[in-house]
C-alpha cells in the first residue's frame, strides 16, 4: 500500500517536473548545454524519487525484523 502512494507521489512529482520542463524549454536558447541541462534536471529527480523508494523500503524491512515475532 505504501509503496504504490510513493509511486503515485513520485509519479505526480515527475508530472509537474514535466509539466515545468514544458513550459521553459521554448525559452531555453537553443544551446545543446542548456538541453542537457534540462536532462540532468529530470534524471536528479528519477533519482531522488527511486532514492526515497529504497529508503521506505529499507525502512519497511527495518520494522519488521524488529517486531515481535507471533510464535
Do not use: C, K, W, Y
Not at 37 to 65: K, P, W, Y
Amino acid at each position: 500500500m505504501e509503496d504504490q502512494m510513493n509511486d503515485g507521489i513520485l509519479a505526480h512529482m515527475m508530472a509537474e517536473l514535466d509539466a515545468e520542463l514544458a513550459r521553459a524549454e521554448p525559452s531555453l536558447p537553443a544551446h545543446p548545454e542548456h538541453t542537457r541541462q534540462t536532462e540532468i534536471m529530470r534524471a536528479l529527480a528519477l533519482g531522488l524519487g527511486n532514492f526515497e523508494r529504497m529508503r521506505a523500503h529499507d525502512v519497511h524491512l527495518l520494522a519488521a525484523s524488529l517486531s515481535p515475532r507471533s510464535a
